[in-house]
């Protein structure tokens, strides 16, 4: 179904409706995470994914146009780029370690102190939160002042403030 | 939107729900799935509803800019003064534990306050990037 959604957006010439397909697709990727065991990710991508950018995409539509335009130039050169990086991101994963193996590396560097000692060191029963919040709080320090940076931007690029007001009149 | 009705109604009905919900992913991040990521989305969900049903103007009434922007800078705010407060209290920077006595109510109380600024900043940062938008589209 995730594939059918995914090929059905790149077909669609409607943005109204391809935009209205990713909140679907979101949707259902947020139930195969839940299949996955990850929750949090889960609820992240049901809300933000599903929820706000739709949203966003919409308000986006209304300022700009409903349908796509036709392409200029031929789509041989990207296309040739995406294939290629495809077969070397394939090449790549043909080194990685065996997938669900209990002896891979990343299941033995910080990961088992964080599901053992977790609970003993910050008293935070959801693992997720003791890691985000806690054993990692620089980089959610960065990722909250790059949603901050964002509003700064939008705001910068789009309000129309009172000096450009005052310059109309002029 | 405003002619619909069934639309006011329902959103209307629901919307207490929504940011009531949105409150209560934020406060129980550390026994559940969520935190203040989700809640923020939740509650600038809430918000841009309101927006959206009820109008631009409206919604600019209950939230004016000024009060956004300056929730979004403090949000940021009290969670890097959480880690300076760590500074003063002789730790490293953000390390909860010089917080309190007790090592896990600090880090309680050190995640409880980071999560609320970054609550506030996303849902702040939600709603101005929706009313940006939407009162361009309207000149």
Known sequence: ?170 | MREHSIVRVVSKILLPYILLFALYVQLHGDYGPGGGFQAGVIFGAGCILYALVFGVNKARRVAPSSVVSSIMAIGLMLYAGVGVVCLFKGGNFLDYNVLRHDPHHAQELGVALIELGVGMTVAAVMFTIFMTYAERAKK
């Open chain 1, 1 to 170: 179904m995730l594939v059918g959604t995914g090929i059905t957006i790149i077909r669609q010439q409607n943005l109204l409706a391809a935009s209205m397909l990713s909140g679907i697709y979101s949707l259902l990727s947020a139930c195969w995470m839940v299949e996955l065991d990850a929750v949090d990710v889960a609820f992240t991508e049901a809300s933000v994914g599903a929820g706000i950018s739709t949203v966003l995409m919409l308000a986006t539509l209304a300022l700009t146009t409903r349908s796509e335009k036709k392409p200029v130039h031929k789509s041989f050169l990207p296309l040739f780029v995406v294939l290629a990086t495809g077969a070397a991101l394939i090449y790549g994963t043909l080194g990685a370690p065996p997938y669900g193996d209990p002896a891979n590396v990343v299941h033995h560097h910080v990961a088992p102190r964080y599901v053992n000692d977790s609970y003993d060191e910050t008293g935070i029963p959801n693992i997720v939160t003791s890691v985000l919040a806690s054993y990692r709080g620089y980089d959610t320090l960065g990722e909250t002042s790059v949603v901050f940076t964002a509003g700064v931007g939008v705001l910068l690029l789009l309000k129309r403030g009172k000096r450009s007001k005052r310059e109309e009149k002029k």
